[in-house]
Nanobody, 122 residues
């Protein structure tokens, strides 16, 4: 599975951005997908996650009500709509795909994109 993020950039506080994550390869094996972010000097943290069918989502408290995660399985693409952006949202945003590998023993694997930088100016 290969993941490529796009849509990052520089925006003023209060503005909006829409991130996209395009998946390719064995996309049929993708289960949960998510957006993570890592600010300078901080650990990577979960921003939002979405189940395979898109019916279940989860958000970090810091982005609830401002960010919306979605996915279009027909296009193998996941999105993150970010509204009311704050300077503290500045980070590199990473796309994650969790794959369940089935066989004699089932196990999970995580794939990551290279990230896209979001900078929010005050």
């Amino acid at each position: 599975v290969q993941l490529v993020e796009s849509g990052g950039g520089l925006v003023q506080a209060g503005g909006s951005l829409r991130l996209s994550c395009a998946a390719s390869g064995s996309t049929f094996s993708i289960n949960t997908m998510g957006w993570y972010r890592q600010a300078p000097g901080k650990q990577r943290e979960l921003v939002a996650a979405i189940a395979s069918g898109g019916g279940s989502t989860n958000y970090a408290d810091s982005v609830k009500g401002r960010f919306t995660i979605s996915r279009d399985n027909a296009k193998n693409t996941m999105y993150l709509q970010m509204n009311s952006l704050k300077p503290e949202d500045t980070a590199v945003y990473y796309c994650n795909a969790h794959v369940i590998v089935t066989g004699s023993i089932a196990y999970g694997m995580d794939y990551w994109g290279k990230g896209t930088l979001v900078t929010v100016s005050s």
